[in-house]
């Protein structure tokens, strides 16, 4: 079943409702989200260290051998948490789809606003 509607009400409107069923759309945009950053990031990584071995800073295998130091480690969480807090926005997003995430923004806005202030 397709619905359509105005810009308000939460609901999806026929444009973007793919799949009459807004949590299956939902969930395709998670989908399509963690593709996109998966892709990036892959090939982000590789060209890096591609380059790294090209220069001599860096052996082949050196990154898999790689651990963290404690510091390090509690960066690389903080950039996991993000991530998923980031993915988590998509599944507990409010208002139409072609507006997604306007209250989120907004209270995000609020926020480093209030950061810069201080």
């Known amino acids: 079943m ?23 759309s939902k969930l395709f945009d998670l989908v399509l989200e963690l593709g996109m950053d998966l892709h990036v990031a892959n090939t982000r990584i590789r060209a890096l260290e ?6 001599g ?11 963290p130091t404690e510091n390090e480690k509690a ?13 988590m926005r998509i599944i507990t997003e ?4 072609e507006h997604p995430l306007r209250e989120q923004w907004d209270a995000a806005i609020a926020k480093r606003s209030a950061n810069d202030k201080k």
């Open 75 to 87: 960066v690389l969480d903080k950039t996991r948490d993000e991530f998923m807090d980031r993915l």
């Open 2 to 24: 397709v619905r359509t509607t105005s810009n308000e009400g939460g609901v999806m409107s026929k444009e973007f409702d793919f799949f009459g069923n807004p949590q299956v």
């Open 50 to 55: 591609m380059q790294l071995v090209r220069n």
């Open 94 to 97: 409010v208002g139409p789809s």
């Open 57 to 67: 800073d860096l052996k082949a295998g050196d990154i898999d051998a790689f651990r």
